[in-house]
Every structure is written in structure tokens, then in C-alpha cells.
């Protein structure tokens, strides 16, 4: 099977690469936003829990950075946190293929009834998140000079926002949100 299931996840790989940056377009964005999130879930959410998009308003940041400065890097990089309507935009991803694949891999996730087995979905998110850094956002929606693309944990499986940011982002921009004191250590 994990052969497989290698194949599955390089089909929804695929299939996400090519349509995030669709659904972002056709969203119409006007605000300027400084990262996206591509949310993933385990056998928390149904079936139907394909990979959903959260923009998060450079606005947003701003408040952050302003209102909480002593945990301002929590809020600003936590998925959690962006949540708020007044924080960020959510996009959903209508593509029928996707859920088609979505749901064989969730029937293999709920066959093996452990939440660390979302792993290779997670590792499947980042390596999305890392081909859609490569992309010029700007021919897209406004972005921020440093907007990035990773994963949010929507199980919470993982709780690691940072671990899934070094893994998803270039490390030159990495070391330009470090240097902008936006980022704290990244490993």
C-alpha cells in the first residue's frame, strides 16, 4: 500500500500546486496579504476536509506587531491566531478530482486509526507550500515583499507553526523575516 499511497499524495500535490494559485486569483483579493496557509486536517474533519486556503492580511501583522508586542510572533505566524475575519480570507478549493483523491487518502488515514500516520499528508502540504514560495505572488493578489506560503496544522497533531515554516519556505526568505526581526530562529 504505501506505494500507493505515495502516488495518491502526488496526485493531490499536484493537483493543489496547480490550483491554489487559481482559487487565490479568482478570489479577487484587493488588502495586501503577507503569508497564505494551507490548512490540512486528519480523521478530525470528515472525508470532505480537503486542504482549505487562509490569506492573512498584512493589516493584520500590523495589529500584531502593534497591540501584542511581547508575543506579537506568536500571533503573527499562528495559525490559530489569524483565524478572525478581521485578520484573514478564507478560500475554499472546489476541484472534484481533489476530493476524489482527498477521500482514498482519508479512508487510509481512518484504516490506520493513529494521528501521527498524517505525516506524509503534512510532508506532501510542505513541499506544495515550498513550489508555490517559488511563484511571483505578485501577478496574482498584493503581497507583502516577504509573503510566504506553509502549512497549518489543522489537526494539531503537530503544534509546530515554526517546523512547518522552515520546511516550506526558501532559506533566503527565512533569513529576510529573521532579519526584519519577524521571524526568531528558524533551524
Given amino acids: 500500500m504505501p506505494k500507493q499511497i505515495d502516488a495518491l499524495l502526488s496526485k493531490i500535490e499536484k493537483i493543489l500546486v496547480a490550483e491554489i494559485p487559481k482559487a487565490v486569483k479568482a478570489a479577487k483579493v484587493k488588502e495586501q ?5 494551507i490548512w490540512y486536517n486528519g ?14 492580511k498584512e493589516s493584520a501583522r500590523q495589529v500584531f506587531l502593534k497591540k501584542r508586542p511581547k508575543e506579537a510572533l506568536h500571533y503573527v505566524w499562528g495559525a490559530d491566531e489569524q483565524q478572525d475575519d478581521e485578520f484573514s480570507i478564507a478560500i475554499e478549493l472546489n476541484n472534484d478530482k481533489l476530493l476524489d483523491h482527498y477521500g482514498v487518502w482519508y479512508e ?7 494521528d501521527e500516520e498524517i505525516q506524509p499528508f503534512r510532508e506532501m502540504t510542505q513541499r506544495v507550500a515550498l513550489q508555490l514560495n517559488a511563484l511571483d505572488w505578485t501577478t496574482i493578489l498584493p503581497v507583502t515583499d516577504d509573503f510566504i506560503v506553509f502549512p497549518a496544522d489543522g489537526s494539531h497533531t503537530f503544534c509546530d507553526d515554526l517546523g512547518d515554516m522552515v520546511a516550506s519556505v ?18
Avoid: G, I
Avoid at 496579504?33 to 496557509?37: F, G, P, Q, T
Avoid at 487510509?108 to 493513529?114: A, F, I, T
Fill in 108 to 114: 487510509h488515514l481512518c484504516e490506520l486509526e493513529e
Fill in 33 to 37: 496579504a503577507y503569508c497564505l496557509r
Fill in 170 to 187: 526558501p532559506k533566503p526568505r527565512l533569513k529576510l523575516l529573521q532579519s526584519r526581526k519577524l521571524l526568531e530562529s528558524a533551524k
Fill in 43 to 56: 480523521t478530525d474533519m470528515d472525508e470532505t476536509a480537503v486542504p482549505s486556503l487562509m490569506l492573512v
